[in-house]
């Protein structure tokens, strides 16, 4: 995934802190910034020694995902087209301010990148098991 995500910091959600395995005890704040509490970090000198850690979910802790939701790496290496056309393949997920996208590194004579927001007007279908993601360049183009 790219970046935070709440669902993924709800108590009981066991994760890693560096190289420590711990779980969610407790979480406040809001899903834009969340402010959770792990097992084992207990008073303010713990906290700092973990200052800048990542948090990270393996997948296999992770709640399911709902239909039309995938996980930024089954997304990247999917070929991309337009009908028959290939326009390129995803190099991967990037977060914009209103919605993600995909970085789709072009093939071809156009050669260079495109940005492809995951929006229904731009996305006709995704076939992960296919590798394959169907987009309308007529919208990304515009």
Known sequence: MTGARPRLLTVGTRLALGDRRTEVVRR??????????????????????????????????????????WWASDLEGCAVFDGDRQVGTVAKLVELPSCEALQVALTGASEGELLVPMVREAIRSVDVAARRIEVNMEFVEE
Do not use: C, H, N, Y
């Open 28 to 69: 406040r704040g809001t899903d834009r910034r969340p402010i959770v509490r792990v097992q084992g970090i207990d008073d303010r000198s713990s906290a700092e020694e973990v200052r800048g850690f990542e948090l990270t979910v393996k997948a296999a802790d992770a709640p399911p995902l709902q239909a039309g939701e």
